[in-house]
């Protein structure tokens, strides 16, 4: 029935279908444009991208030799989003659907609770079943979309990969909301993301999601990159290894840490926070076998890096440092070497 030319069958059969298209300016908090559409979704499709089209700017950022131009919003990005939107909702709840068009944001409100099974935390790699079917099967014939499924990593994979903020996702009693922002956080992660990308493969959206995290916090634990990426300990870990040995991009520092290899902090024209970086750690470390050391009468290399999350190579170096400050001796040979604070 939503297919239907009828846009009379639509307002009395299936009024709740009804999209509400909302465009405001800046400073202005009430909005100065308002369509109302109860017209067949292909047609509130077209609508809603006409209005989408001339709101969405382009940006060009120089990149070496070339200038990359940089849409406010992907335009596969919005059309995700407005395609879950319509085949997502929930058709027995009677509101509307309502899309906020702000300078710098665009708000999508879906009535109706996540699919079954999704929630903000597996969102990026559930594989969820659309609550209706047959809508999400006739815009895949018609090619609106490429497979089936939630499309949310392709919302969050070109959203992050465009130096912008990650995709907002709240669900509230009797509705989901999305947020997409425009602003361009981090001109720096898009440089390097489309320069890697022309050496290799495209990122996936699981390691895009970890490499935006370790942009942002200088490093990521194998849990904490689980939960980012969305994915088990082990998956996650097949993840880390790739980045590791096919691309170059990350290194593990300690047992289950990993941040960006010198190459990538180059890359960002940062190497002097690379330095600083593993710098504070092996400080912090040795004040940790210091404090160790007060408390115990020895302390093995093993014992460091368990202590401090420390690589053999590290520990090795970090106690090292302390024999060279005369803070601890080295006491047997070999295996059954052990360290000692210098009286």
Same mark, same amino acid.
């Given at each position: 029935?939503?297919?239907?030319?009828?846009?009379?069958?639509?307002?009395?059969?299936?009024?709740?279908?009804?999209?509400?298209?909302?465009?405001?300016?800046?400073?202005?908090?009430?909005?100065?444009?308002?369509?109302?559409?109860?017209?067949?979704?292909?047609?509130?499709?077209?609508?809603?991208?006409?209005?989408?089209?001339?709101?969405?700017?382009?940006?060009?950022?120089?990149?070496?030799?070339?200038?990359?131009?940089?849409?406010?919003?992907?335009?596969?990005?919005?059309?995700?989003?407005?395609?879950?939107?319509?085949?997502?909702?929930?058709?027995?709840?009677?509101?509307?659907?309502?899309?906020?068009?702000?300078?710098?944001?665009?708000?999508?409100?879906?009535?109706?609770?996540?699919?079954?099974?999704?929630?903000?935390?597996?969102?990026?790699?559930?594989?969820?079943?659309?609550?209706?079917?047959?809508?999400?099967?006739?815009?895949?014939?018609?090619?609106?979309?490429?497979?089936?499924?939630?499309?949310?990593?392709?919302?969050?994979?070109?959203?992050?990969?465009?130096?912008?903020?990650?995709?907002?996702?709240?669900?509230?009693?009797?509705?989901?909301?999305?947020?997409?922002?425009?602003?361009?956080?981090?001109?720096?992660?898009?440089?390097?993301?489309?320069? @890697?990308?022309?050496?290799? %493969?495209?990122? $996936? !959206? *699981?390691? &895009?999601?970890?490499?935006?995290?370790? =942009?942002? +916090?200088?490093?990521?634990?194998?849990?904490?990159?689980? @939960?980012?990426?969305?994915? %088990?300990?082990? $998956? !996650? *870990?097949? &993840?880390?290894?790739?980045?590791?040995? =096919?691309? +170059?991009?990350?290194?593990?520092?300690?047992?289950?840490?990993?941040?960006?290899?010198?190459?990538?902090?180059?890359?960002?024209?940062?190497?002097?926070?690379?330095?600083?970086?593993?710098?504070?750690?092996?400080?912090?470390?040795?004040?940790?076998?210091?404090?160790?050391?007060?408390?115990?009468?020895?302390?093995?290399?093993?014992?460091?890096?368990?202590?401090?999350?420390?690589?053999?190579?590290?520990?090795?170096?970090?106690?090292?440092?302390?024999?060279?400050?005369?803070?601890?001796?080295?006491?047997?040979?070999?295996?059954?070497?052990?360290?000692?604070?210098?009286?």
């Amino acid at each position: 029935m939503n297919f239907t030319k009828e846009e009379q069958a639509i307002s009395k059969f299936l009024p709740q279908s009804e999209i509400i298209v909302l465009t405001y300016k800046e400073g202005i908090t009430e909005y100065y444009k308002r369509l109302d559409l109860k017209v067949p979704l292909l047609r509130s499709l077209d609508r809603i991208h006409h209005i989408f089209e001339d709101q969405n700017t382009i940006q060009n950022i120089q990149i070496g030799l070339f200038k990359l131009e940089v849409l406010d919003y992907p335009i596969n990005v919005f059309q995700e989003a407005l395609l879950n939107a319509m085949t997502h909702r929930d058709y027995e709840n009677q509101s509307s659907i309502i899309i906020k068009f702000y300078p710098e944001e665009i708000h999508i409100e879906n009535p109706g609770a996540f699919p079954e099974g999704v929630n903000s935390k597996n969102i990026i790699s559930h594989q969820s079943t659309p609550r209706n079917k047959l809508i999400a099967e006739t815009f895949q014939k018609l090619k609106y979309v490429q497979r089936s499924g939630q499309g949310v990593d392709i919302i969050f994979k070109d959203m992050l990969a465009l130096g912008k903020s990650a995709p907002d996702y709240t669900l509230f009693s009797n509705s989901v909301q999305l947020i997409l922002r425009s602003a361009m956080e981090d001109i720096e992660f898009l440089k390097f993301i489309t320069k @890697e990308e022309e050496k290799h %493969s495209t990122f $996936s !959206v *699981q390691e &895009i999601c970890i490499l935006k995290y370790i =942009k942002s +916090n200088k490093k990521i634990s194998l849990s904490e990159a689980a @939960e980012v990426a969305q994915v %088990s300990n082990q $998956s !996650v *870990q097949v &993840i880390l290894n790739d980045l590791i040995q =096919k691309k +170059n991009i990350i290194q593990r520092e300690h047992r289950n840490s990993y941040m960006f290899t010198h190459r990538v902090y180059a890359e960002f024209e940062n190497q002097i926070e690379y330095i600083k970086d593993k710098e504070f750690d092996e400080q912090k470390g040795e004040v940790m076998i210091l404090e160790y050391l007060s408390k115990n009468e020895f302390i093995t290399r093993r014992e460091v890096e368990r202590l401090c999350g420390f690589s053999s190579t590290t520990s090795k170096r970090v106690l090292k440092a302390l024999r060279d400050k005369e803070e601890i001796i080295l006491v047997g040979e070999s295996k059954s070497s052990k360290y000692t604070l210098k009286n």
